[in-house]
T-cell receptor, first 109, second 114 residues
Framework: DAKTTQPTSMDCAEGRAANLPCNHS???????VYWYRQIHSQGPQYIIH???NNETNEMASLIITEDRKSSTLILPHATLRDTAVYYC??????????FGKGTSLLVTP | KAGVTQTPRYLIKTRGQQVTLSCSPI?????VSWYQQTPGQGLQFLFE???????NKGNFPGRFSGRQFSNSRSEMNVSTLELGDSALYLC?????????????FGQGTRLTVV
């Protein structure tokens, strides 16, 4: 199973873009990268996912490098409500999500 | 449309008892997965059901079991509860069992074993 590496924590000023990096150097060619976030004690929330092309939705953008060994989640205008733990996940063939420890993002006023 | 619904939201049980948790997936979703979240171990995969069959299982003892009904609703059961089973139990549903489909989570059931 492809393993991901994320920074333990990050800070971001409200209104600025939050760029959350993720390394997944052992990813296979047909494995997708998923991003979820979890606000304290709530169920994880799906954000975005992609295979090789950059993706954008109403919540965020996902930039995947050409070699697919890393990606960046971008929250374009962070708000206080974006404070959460963000998980970068490469889904295994059994459809189990390996959440790891994620990045704790703190958005400050 | 309604999201993933888990019941009950909170539960307190005594060591040695058993417990059953329920999950109603999003309408039309056929895959249901269960996860356990504890402060020490984080979010861990328990098992996944699709078309009433368990398709994948995480590294948990046999005291943890589950099932899925024909309407895709799922239950998980924990027998002979231990203090260490205290956790947030999360259910996630997917439309189907292929890659490129996102999972949607419920708010979880907080189980406390005393």
């Amino acid at each position: 199973d492809a393993k991901t590496t994320q920074p333990t924590s990050m800070d971001c000023a409200e209104g600025r873009a939050a760029n959350l990096p993720c390394n997944h150097s052992t990813i296979s060619g047909n494995e997708y990268v998923y991003w979820y976030r979890q606000i304290h004690s709530q169920g994880p929330q799906y954000i975005i996912h992609g295979l090789k092309n950059n993706e954008t939705n109403e919540m965020a953008s996902l930039i995947i490098t050409e070699d697919r060994k890393s990606s960046t989640l971008i929250l374009p205008h962070a708000t206080l409500r974006d404070t959460a733990v963000y998980y970068c996940i490469v889904e295994d063939s059994g459809y189990a999500l390996n959440f790891g420890k994620g990045t704790s993002l703190l958005v400050t006023p | 449309k309604a999201g993933v619904t888990q019941t009950p939201r909170y539960l307190i049980k005594t060591r040695g008892q058993q417990v059953t948790l329920s999950c109603s997936p999003i309408s039309g979703h056929r895959s249901v997965s269960w996860y356990q979240q504890t402060p020490g171990q984080g979010l861990q995969f328990l098992f996944e059901y699709f078309s009433e069959t368990q398709r994948n299982k995480g590294n948990f003892p046999g005291r943890f079991s589950g099932r899925q009904f024909s309407n895709s609703r799922s239950e998980m059961n924990v027998s002979t509860l231990e203090l260490g089973d205290s956790a947030l139990y999360l259910c996630a549903s997917r439309r189907t069992r292929v890659t490129n489909t996102e999972a949607f989570f419920g708010q979880g059931t907080r189980l406390t074993v005393v």
